[in-house]
């Protein structure tokens, strides 16, 4: 059997990418270089498509029992929500083939590209060329700002998301839930996964505001304003500093459904990923409303990270690892089955994730993680994550380019 699947939420920022390339291009005068890569783009945004459904194209609302609930006709399986990922494989046996093909029955806010879902609708050269396409996209971008809505909490920070497979299995939810659907579908303030929580990371907050703040520099759209307006006076009234030292939220705590849903930041850090997430959705934000406290504190977040916690490999700050106790969690093996990794690593029940991977061993910083794992302290390392640097680099010039210091 072969099998693939696509994470949305790259896809959708290659989208971005060649959106803001579009732009450029046609800035200055050099749209026709890059039409093929234009035409794939818009092909991408085609297949993207899939994320709209549900993962076994079942009805969209109040969708319960696996064999009751009906399967979608048409666009009836559509939530028109970015989906986690949608996956297809098949037989490799030619000769009695099969094939299959899912998507996604829950969405999480925090995956949500609503500037994309506008690019394609609002872009000549990305639009995509099936027949219903671009209205599809155009129906995704207002149910995205619906969801946005729905789930935005008194203080104005963004809960979960919604779960048309309840338990991913189409149970029955409870009846707290039932009372108030989005579309029928049931709110779930950890969609998708569920260690850790996936909505207690305060980085999905700035990561989709982001996105957020940038349809609304681009399109000047009050809807999209009137939601940025609650998330950035409750960001930023959760933002100290003390000289170059700043603080951001880390963690969320969840209360309530919706419309009744709030947040308590349970924990702080000084985190450069998170921190520059923030100050990119501040930047954009603060460019097109001319909110000068906003700017100020987006460049006082990168003024601080830069100055603070350069390094010899980029920007990055030391961390306490509690995580890797998870080195000897069990990972199952099924009964009978052996194999081996190339280095020779045997793999064969009882396993563990350290006993499957022996080459950690060979780290420099080995002794630190053995230390703990035989009841020391957790080890503390700065890390180089690419998403953090990438984020540093992202908002530095992002900042640079939109204020032009």
């Given at each position: ?8 939420g790259n896809k959708c920022t290659y989208l ?178 569920h260690d850790p929580p996936s909505n207690r ?132 093996v099924p009964p009978g089955w052996y194999g ?66």
């Open positions: 059997m072969y099998t693939c699947s696509v994470y949305i971005l990418t060649y959106f803001n390339l579009c732009r450029w291009a046609q800035q200055n005068g050099q749209t026709a270089s890059i039409t093929n890569t234009l035409n794939k783009a818009a092909k991408l945004g085609d297949y993207i498509r899939y994320a709209f459904f549900d993962k076994y194209f079942k009805k969209i609302g109040n969708c319960v029992g696996p064999s009751t609930c009906p399967g979608g006709y048409g666009k009836d399986g559509a939530h028109y929500l970015l989906g986690w990922y949608f996956a297809w494989g098949g037989a490799l046996d030619t000769q009695n083939g099969w094939a299959w093909r899912i998507g996604d029955g829950s969405a999480h806010f925090g995956y949500q590209n609503p500037l994309t879902a506008y690019a394609l609708v609002n872009e000549p050269s990305l639009r995509p060329k099936g027949a219903t396409a671009v209205s599809d996209w155009q129906i995704s971008l207002d149910r995205q700002l619906e969801f946005y809505e729905w789930l935005q909490t008194e203080e104005g920070a963004f809960a979960g998301g919604a779960t048309n497979s309840w338990n991913g299995r189409y149970d029955t939810p409870p009846s707290n839930l039932t009372g108030n659907t989005f579309h029928g579908m049931y709110y779930d303030w950890e969609p998708v996964y990371w305060y980085g999905m907050q700035p990561w989709s505001v982001d996105r957020l703040a940038q349809l609304y520099y681009v399109s000047g759209d009050s809807r999209t304003k009137n939601l940025l307006d609650k998330w950035v006076k409750w960001v930023l009234s959760e933002i100290t500093f003390q000289g170059n030292q700043y603080s951001i939220p880390a963690t969320l705590e969840w209360d309530g459904v919706p419309p009744n849903v709030h947040v308590r930041v349970t924990a702080h850090t000084n985190d450069v990923g998170t921190a520059s997430a923030t100050a990119r959705a501040l930047a954009y934000y603060a460019a097109k409303s001319g909110d000068t406290n906003a700017k100020t504190v987006a460049k006082q977040l990168l003024d601080g990270m830069w100055e603070l916690y350069q390094t010899d490999k980029g920007v990055s700050n030391s961390e306490v690892a509690d995580t890797y106790n998870q080195f000897q969690h069990e990972v199952y081996q990794y190339p280095n020779g690593d045997v793999i064969q029940a009882p396993a563990t994730f350290i006993g499957l991977r022996s080459w950690y061993k060979k780290d420099a910083a080995w002794p630190k993680v053995e230390a703990h794992l035989n009841g020391g302290p957790a080890p503390e390392f700065t890390f180089h994550r690419f998403w953090a640097q990438a984020d540093v680099a992202l908002s530095q010039g992002t900042y640079g380019m939109l204020f032009n210091e």
